[in-house]
């Protein structure tokens, strides 16, 4: 069988631009997960404000870990989320 090589030249921006969304995500993960970046600022936030807390890092991060399992928490669970949600803010109707 013949053997071919191929060579592609594709500028990393040109890259990143094809990138869907949740491609990006992946490989943002990937570069922390393998020390390549240190994440400053986590999802849900925003990088251009003043630098979040260790609190509300920590918070963020727990947003982040409930809302990757929402599909699997059962309904009395989701319940207690409403209810500590509308404890606080009275205005929610979920």
Do not use: A, H
């Not at 071919?4 to 921006?13: G, I, L, N, R």
């Not at 849900?44 to 979040?52: C, H, N, R, Y």
């Not at 409930?66 to 989701?78: A, K, S, V």
């Amino acid at each position: 069988m013949p053997e071919f090589e191929t060579y592609v030249d594709v500028e990393v921006d040109e890259f990143w631009s094809m990138c869907s969304t949740r491609e990006k995500e992946e490989l943002i993960d990937m570069l922390v997960e393998d020390g390549w970046v240190v994440p400053t600022s986590p999802k849900g936030t925003d990088p251009g404000s003043k630098l979040p807390s260790v609190t509300e890092l920590s918070w963020q991060e727990m947003m982040n870990k409930l809302d990757e399992i929402r599909n699997q928490i059962n309904i009395d669970e989701e319940e207690m989320v409403k209810q500590i949600i509308k404890k606080y803010r009275g205005d929610y109707c979920g």
